[in-house]
T-cell receptor, first 109, second 115 residues
Framework: DQQVKQNSPSLSVQEGRISILNCDYTNSMFDYFLWYKKYPAEGPTFLISISSIKDKNEDGRFTVFLNKSAKHLSLHIVPSQPGDSAVYFCAVTGNQFYFGTGTSLTVIP | GAGVSQSPRYKVAKRGQDVALRCDPISGHVSLFWYQQALGQGPEFLTYFQNEAQLDKSGLPSDRFFAERPEGSVSTLKIQRTQQEDSAVYLC?????????????FGPGTRLTVL
């Protein structure tokens, strides 16, 4: 039973434009939300997080938005750069970490 | 400083063999997690240690899977009598406290292929 869903397996964006990655979760008790980035043959690396008491967190080019009523999380990357090309996983925490299936982002130069 | 390291990076086993996968967490990190990542999927939780205590092993798929962290630092994930469905990347992560929302730092993973 999938606790976290990333419905877009892939996304292509032109360099300089905005990338928007989406994530939906099922349990309203989750209270902390994270995005991880993964390059091939490497482990995921932490990117940005947000707690359930906020609806937005910004760090440089990366902004995470949380819509608790819709149980929806999104990551915005502006402007997108070719080095952002990677697989992005959202993760939520309750008693455990639950990861989505990932979205492969390709930023086209 | 050094990150999380895992060894071996790649392991090929014949069905029925036992394997042991090692994780060296970041020095001083209290919590250690093991995940299994099948092809095209996200990491799935296997087990969690706080120091040497295994606080949650609810994600271990069968009693063939066993994890230990006897001195609260290095951890070993052992899989007995491997099956083809065990083929996956096994990721280890550590965090300073392991509290909810505490950032987990991942190792590069061990890719296990069972023939």
């Amino acid at each position: 039973d999938q606790q976290v869903k990333q419905n877009s397996p892939s996304l292509s964006v032109q360099e300089g434009r905005i990338s928007i990655l989406n994530c939906d979760y099922t349990n309203s008790m989750f209270d902390y939300f994270l995005w991880y980035k993964k390059y091939p043959a490497e482990g995921p690396t932490f990117l940005i997080s947000i707690s359930s008491i906020k609806d937005k967190n910004e760090d440089g080019r990366f902004t995470v938005f949380l819509n608790k009523s819709a149980k929806h999380l999104s990551l915005h990357i502006v402007p997108s750069q070719p080095g952002d090309s990677a697989v992005y996983f959202c993760a939520v925490t309750g008693n455990q970490f639950y990861f989505g299936t990932g979205t492969s982002l390709t930023v086209i130069p | 400083g050094a990150g999380v390291s895992q060894s071996p990076r790649y392991k090929v086993a014949k069905r029925g063999q036992d394997v042991a996968l090692r994780c060296d967490p970041i020095s001083g990190h209290v919590s250690l997690f093991w995940y299994q990542q099948a092809l095209g999927q996200g990491p799935e939780f296997l087990t969690y240690f706080q120091n040497e205590a295994q606080l949650d092993k609810s994600g271990l798929p069968s009693d063939r899977f066993f994890a230990e962290r006897p001195e609260g630092s290095v951890s070993t994930l052992k899989i007995q009598r491997t099956q083809q469905e065990d083929s996956a990347v096994y990721l280890c992560a550590s965090s300073y406290w392991g509290a909810r929302g505490d950032t987990q730092y991942f190792g590069p993973g061990t890719r296990l292929t069972v023939l």
